[in-house]
């Protein structure tokens, strides 16, 4: 009923850039927060960066300077732009929205299917 379908992960070179997207379609009211998190093999899956419905940003320690994350709430997308990539950055990249669908009263999370961001010479 809700889906969010992520594109643009790839192979990259260190010190290039990559720009995901995420689109979320379905029976959909609202979205509130969106986020990009990304998993390591053997590691958990942690927050990259957050946008809230106002536009507020957050983003992790490992990633600020380098990542920008926007909203374009017209066509319920996300996107993670990644410049100057590091090896450090390969993992599966999950998008997440908090939404309310419609007809329901109560918020409820979704996870993008992953991508893979590679990033080696």
């Known amino acids: 009923q809700v889906q969010l379908v992520e594109s643009g992960g790839g192979l990259v070179q260190p010190g290039g850039s990559l720009r995901l997207s995420c689109a979320a379609s379905g029976s959909i009211f609202s979205i509130n927060a969106m986020g990009w998190y990304r998993q390591a093999p053997g590691k958990q899956r942690d927050l990259v960066a957050g946008?809230?419905?106002?536009?507020?940003?957050n983003y992790a320690d490992s990633v600020k300077g380098r990542f920008t994350i926007s909203r374009d709430n017209a066509n319920n997308t996300v996107y993670l732009q990644m410049n100057s990539l590091k090896p450090e950055d390969t993992a599966v990249y999950y998008c997440?929205?908090?939404?309310?669908?419609?007809?329901?009263?109560?918020?409820?999370?979704?996870w993008g299917q992953g991508t893979q961001v590679s990033v080696s010479s």
């Open positions: 997440n929205a908090e939404l309310k669908r419609r007809y329901r009263d109560s918020v409820k999370n979704y």
């Open positions: 946008i809230s419905s106002g536009g507020s940003t």
